[in-house]
């Protein structure tokens, strides 16, 4: 997962709205989103490590993942996927999870995690170094820097979905899955210096990204409302953009919002 924004206690219906694309080699096998047989799980499923990059549960537990874009930084360490999968299927509350993270967060491959349980949310993250913050209500970003680093593409998409709370948007999300579909690239003078070199840079500052090898692979939408009912929905896509499906799936055994 490359690309999130989400806002957290600032809609009268949903106490966490959650868009992002899931960035990976379209090679990776991968299972679409679904109810897990074997943990209280829903989500997608990386099948090489077999962790998930963001899930949810019939709880109102929500958790994502992202890397941290650093070619000098080996990717050494226990697999991300395993972040999300062990904070949805555990017990512990997102504060004393976050709290526990903390003490072993280095050991993991370089990483960016966001928590959501019923009451709070937090951010952590383990470049330079282990750390983590709670979550203030309003509206954040997340990609594959720091936590609210001012990426154009992750400001594009905090600004679209500030708008669409602010035009009454409950749910209609077809306007969110359009933000999170831009291919729009940002100037050469905004984009930031990650080490990828300028035509990369420039490529990976759109939302969504089409390639043979290597781009988005879901567009995913969680909508948790303060009761603890909603619903998750993704997208699915193949190489050069292709279209391969969409997936709903209810949160609390609610009715399907769309």
């Not at 924004?5 to 991968?30: V, Y």
């Not at 679409?32 to 989500?43: E, H």
């Not at 609210?148 to 400001?155: A, D, I, L």
Request: with cysteine; glycine share 10%.
């Amino acid at each position: 997962m490359c690309l999130i924004a989400f806002a957290w206690q600032a809609h009268p219906r949903w106490r966490l709205l959650l868009l992002g694309n899931r960035d990976e080699f379209h090679a990776r096998p991968s299972a679409a989103l679904a109810r897990w047989d074997d943990r209280p799980i829903i989500g997608g499923r990386d099948l090489q490590a077999g962790g998930t990059w963001l899930g949810v549960t019939d709880a109102g537990r929500c958790c994502v993942v992202t890397n941290v874009r650093d070619p000098r930084d080996p990717q050494l360490g226990v697999s991300r996927g395993m972040l999300a999968t062990d904070f949805l299927a555990g017990s512990a509350d997102a504060a004393s999870h976050a709290q526990q993270l903390l003490r072993s967060a280095a050991a993991y491959r370089p990483f960016n995690l966001l928590t959501f349980d019923a009451q709070a949310a937090f951010y952590l993250g383990n470049r330079p170094q282990p750390r983590m913050q709670p979550v203030s209500a309003g509206v954040h970003g997340l990609s594959n820097a720091d936590f609210n680093t001012p990426w154009p593409k992750t400001r594009a998409l905090m600004q679209r979905l500030q708008g669409w709370i602010d035009d009454g948007g409950e749910r209609d999300f077809a306007p969110l899955f359009d933000a999170l579909a831009d291919e729009q690239l940002a100037p050469d003078a905004q984009l930031p210096d990650t080490g990828v070199g300028l035509a990369r840079e420039r490529w990976l500052s759109a939302a969504f990204l089409r390639g043979e090898h290597y781009g988005t692979r879901a567009s995913t939408l969680v909508a948790i409302g303060h009761a603890g009912d909603g619903v998750i929905i993704e997208r699915r896509f193949g190489p050069h953009g292709r279209f391969e499906g969409e997936t709903p799936w209810p949160i609390a055994g609610q009715p399907v919002v769309r």
